[in-house]
């Protein structure tokens, strides 16, 4: 599976904007980009998934570099429940497993 | 609508001893998946059923681990003569159509057990 790459750790504050960076330069063309993050004491959850647009949600946006080496989940308004450890997880879709690959993923703190 | 459930949430047992922990997934999901989460690190795959078959064990330890989904729906991971080393959350993650949706399948996961081996 390719690899991905994210900051330990990153610290915002609440009501503002915050940009997680997630870098992977052997994505394949076929590895579809996905996000989930990770709440104190809880199971992961999915957060948003982009293959080569940019895509929005409820929860958040993506935007993905044209040349698809990197991409930036986008949090608009930070509240103290984004506080979370939050990981970039590349899924191939020729055939390979379906598990998902967690790395040690970003920590996200938020300040009120 | 009710989502993944694991039972016990908290497991407490000796070595040597065994262990099955218990994964009931969202209704209506073919796919089923085990991982384990030791402190500090992202949880890691350990298998993954498509129905009633296990599509992909790869991620098993050794032989002391094996997981059971004999209807397609409520899983149990069964750990023989636990060690220390055990110790970890074991979390389980259920979604809609798994390999049927190539690559793009969300998965929900539950709130996990927490296994600690003394």
């Known amino acids: 599976d390719a690899k991905t790459t994210q900051p330990n750790s990153m610290e915002s504050n609440e009501e503002e904007p915050v940009h997680l960076p997630c870098n992977h330069s052997?994505?394949?063309?076929?590895?579809?980009i996905h996000w989930y993050r990770q709440l104190p004491s809880q199971g992961p959850e999915y957060v948003i998934h982009?293959?080569?647009s940019n895509v929005n949600n409820r929860m958040a946006s993506l935007a993905i570099a044209e040349d698809r080496k990197s991409s930036t989940l986008i949090l608009h308004r930070a509240t103290l429940r984004d506080a979370a450890v939050y990981y970039c997880?590349?899924?191939?879709?020729?055939?390979?497993?379906?598990?998902?690959?967690f790395g040690k993923g970003m920590k996200l703190t938020v300040n009120p | 609508g009710a989502g993944v459930s694991q039972t016990p949430s908290n497991k407490v047992t000796e070595k040597g001893k065994y262990v099955e922990l218990r994964c009931d997934p969202i209704?209506?999901?073919?796919?089923l998946y085990w991982y384990r989460q030791s402190l500090g690190q992202g949880p890691e795959f350990l298998i993954y059923?498509?129905?009633?078959?296990?599509?992909?064990d790869s991620g098993l330890p050794n032989d002391r681990f094996f997981a059971v989904r004999p209807e397609g729906s409520v899983s149990t991971l069964k750990i023989q003569r636990t060690e220390r080393g055990d110790s970890a959350v074991y979390l389980c993650?259920?979604?809609?159509?798994?390999?049927?949706?190539?690559?793009?399948?969300?998965?929900?996961f539950g709130p996990g057990t927490r296994l600690t081996v003394l």
């Open positions: 993650a259920s979604s809609l159509a798994g390999e049927l949706a190539i690559g793009t399948d969300t998965q929900y």
């Open positions: 052997t994505i394949s063309g076929t590895d579809y």
């Open positions: 982009g293959l080569t």
């Open positions: 997880i590349l899924r191939d879709t020729q055939g390979g497993s379906e598990k998902l690959v």
């Open positions: 209704s209506g999901h073919t796919a």
């Open positions: 059923f498509q129905g009633t078959g296990a599509a992909d």
